[in-house]
């Protein structure tokens, strides 16, 4: 009876030791991480343009475009953010579980999950991005198609 008291002990101190270290090494990420993250959260932009917020809303198309544009650029930040916090997730269950092989295959399933939805994600804006100027481009110079307003607002002297 003594024996299995002292191994049950030991199992205990065991896990309690490993959990503590999986805390001291998840608040370092975190302390490490948050001056990142506050400096990433200055890329965000006010979603509703500054013409949108007045008395009556949004007066144009070109109002709703650049609606459109700031949340698109917000997505993609938010995208980026979060498939790096993924990215630190699976590589943190792959380290702290090399003995079981099932958690192994889940953080490489994680990785690759993240991977494919950001090469998804960027790959959609590139594509819209090539077309768009393709469409919009005045022929000799591709410009950043979400100044389109601008090239309808100076071909009809407005600008």
């Known amino acids: 009876m003594l024996r299995s008291n002292n191994i049950s002990h030991a199992k205990i101190i065991s896990m309690i030791r490993s959990h503590v270290v999986n805390f001291f090494v998840f608040c370092c990420i975190v302390f490490l991480a948050a001056p990142t993250l506050v400096h990433g959260a200055a890329g965000l932009v006010t979603v509703v343009p500054d013409d949108c917020r007045g008395n009556?809303?949004?007066q144009s198309v070109c109002d709703i475009a650049q609606l459109a544009q700031n949340i698109l650029n917000d997505g993609i930040y938010i995208a980026v953010f979060l498939s790096a916090i993924l990215f630190a997730w699976a590589g943190f269950r792959y380290l702290t579980n090399v003995a079981n092989s099932g958690a192994v295959s889940r953080?490489?399933?994680i990785?690759?999950?993240?991977?494919?939805?950001?090469?998804i994600i960027?790959?959609?804006w590139l594509l819209i991005d090539t077309v768009m100027k393709t469409l919009v481009g005045n022929g000799s110079s591709f410009g950043p198609w979400?100044?389109?307003?601008?090239?309808?607002l100076q071909s009809a002297g407005f600008a």
């Open 56 to 58: 009556g809303g949004c």
């Open 107 to 109: 953080a490489k399933e």
């Open 111 to 119: 990785f690759v999950n993240v991977a494919i939805g950001l090469v």
């Open 122 to 124: 960027l790959a959609s």
């Open 146 to 152: 979400n100044q389109i307003c601008m090239l309808f």
